[in-house]
């Protein structure tokens, strides 16, 4: 009979492959703020962005939601997650800020420096 | 092949090198070269990644590396050291302990990802710890960062008694406001023998400009859920209930798709993970009252009643929903408990003060550069919230006070920055911990006009059971009025100090016993102020509108915007010369103070 924690444990196993199977690890991993505060600064509409970009054929993203970092002032944020790279964190992004993000960022690999937060 | 291999070989591992300022100083780069070079030699490099990461926050000990699957940190690393480290751990799964920092713990977790290190640097984040790094509406990212093993460990191997001595061991203590031990509450209810028992999540943030519930039920709603079902089986309840108010729909929304998905996986209802224990939690929406998150106001709201507190004892402990042992924890508090069980007693009493452990959730707010939702140890001084955390006040401003406890709380002036925060500290400084709200108060804001807006707001949502509070904060109200609107008469100071401690001394409950100690305690730092408003009619941060006059000085160029904005005609004067203002006509709008644009008008 096994024991809660060993079935936790394979619930996690499964988990984290399921996670895995979506692109967590090979691919740029999107992360857009969507708590209520972050909602009310826009973030829906920069979600919306990244989410057509996909439909449109933007491949190689894990794209996902999150909830409140705490950044009131800055958001909404975006933040963009690679393996071997620094993760970056954007600020105050709008449509457009996100659009450039899609094109200079995820398709060609340049960071825009001037809306990182740090 | 020995064993060790056998699983070193069949792992696929992923270490992260901290790509800091500090850990790049320290030669950080340079370990991964070397990394590399050691991963090829062992033949090891087809089945590890080398990431890297922003600021992990532990600078002091940088370079940092962490090695995954198993999150083990490795600190003061050195190129020596990396042989070390890919043959023992990489190749024979031994983790080097003498290069090892820290265990798998689960609080500060976030740090991987973040590297914003002049907001994160000083916090620590044990209930915030998934909130902004997961989904929250995904189950399977909380069970990938150790959800619900919390849950499945006090179920495998601990009692209930030992799970409330493990609660009453760390030192955790109510995070609502008032700060009872929790373990303690715990256990008057596992003492009961009435049944059912129940355990209720307390989600009627109502203090204004607060959001720390909000923000972590929206950021990992998952939390609340497992520290609830871990409270249920430690008091011997199998039922909870969020009470959460009607005006957070995006977190009533996440929360009840915790508590389905937690369902689906057998993590609630019949026997949860296979063992004889079962529990279910359902919701129940606030109608906005604010005194519905006092303890007894809020049961009785369940219970389909009027929600108005009673006295006390009994407490719900003992006897609580439909007369029954209840359980009633903060947001906050159930956060805590998983990293309790996880962590341990021992761990989290070594985080914060003597009498106050753990870390606190605070909403910044007001006239600081970061605002925002943070969560620091217990201890931290104002000063550091505020200056380094927060990044100090805006606009080459003055700091004036600090408003801590929202309506309940006090405003603290710049002698008391120093004070460490925890429930004592506050209290003898003359505030509270209260729920978390801080709000940082510059030169620009009058503080007898503060004080009249939290006591305005409690005055609202006094219930009107009780005389004092129902009476007190309205007579109070008129007085703070009629200073704001310079009508303020000798004795009207010792008035309020009078009427104040009369209400706090004979209300009901928390908040008629609170609502006096914004005005309390702006007397005490401020008293000045009151003295300026009622004795010279000034305002000295000129927001009172009634003690403030507006006039044009020389710098006029005689453009003649403010004569077109001014809606009752009180500005006069020809074109390129000074114009000035009729004292009799003007309203005091501040549309000419607004419109000018040589600063030309001033407040006086």
Known sequence: ?118 | MTKERELAVATTYRIIVCDGTTCINRGSRNLISRLREQLERHGLADRSTISLSGCLGMCDKGPILVVNPGYTIYGNVTEADIPEIVEEHLLHNRPVARLAIQEDHLYNRFFRVFGDAKFFGKQMRITLRNCGIIDPENIDNYLSLRGYEALARVLTDMTPESVVAEVEASGLRGRGGAGFPTGMKWKFTAAQKATPKYVICNADEGDPGAFMDRSAIEGDPHTVVEGMAIGGYAVGASKGIVYIRAEYPLAIKRITKAIEDARAHGLLGENILGSSFSFDIEIRLGAGAFVCGEETALIHSIEGTRGMPRPRPPYPSVQGLFGLPTVINNVETWANIPVIILDGAKWFQTVGTETSKGTKVFALAGKVVNTGLIEVPMGTSLREIIYDVGGGIPGGKKFKAVQTGGPSGGCLPEQYLDTPIDYESLAKAGSIMGSGGMIVIDEDSCMVDIAKFFLEFTQNESCGKCTPCREGTKRMLEILTRITEGKGRAGDIEKLERLGNMIKKASLCGLGQSAPNPVLSTIKNFREEYEEHIHQGRCRARVCTNLVTYQITEKCVGCGACRKVCPVVAISGTAKKQHVIDQDKCVKCGMCFNTCKFDAIVKV
Not at chain 1, 58 to 85: H, M, W
Request: charged fraction near 30%; include cysteine.
């Open chain 1, 1 to 118: 009979m096994p024991t809660p924690l060993d079935l936790i444990k394979k619930k996690r196993a499964e988990a984290v492959s399921r996670i895995i199977g979506k692109g967590y690890l090979s691919t740029k991993r999107v992360y857009v703020g969507m708590a209520t505060c972050e909602i009310a600064a826009g973030s829906k509409d920069v979600m919306e962005v990244f989410q057509k970009a996909i439909s449109r054929g933007l491949t190689d993203i894990y794209l996902s939601q999150k909830g409140c970092a705490g950044r009131c002032n800055l958001e909404p944020t975006v933040e963009v997650i690679e393996a071997g790279k620094t993760p970056v964190k954007y600020g105050k992004v709008d449509k457009d800020r996100a659009m450039q993000i899609i094109e200079r960022h995820l398709k060609n690999g340049q960071v825009i420096q001037e809306w990182v937060i740090d």
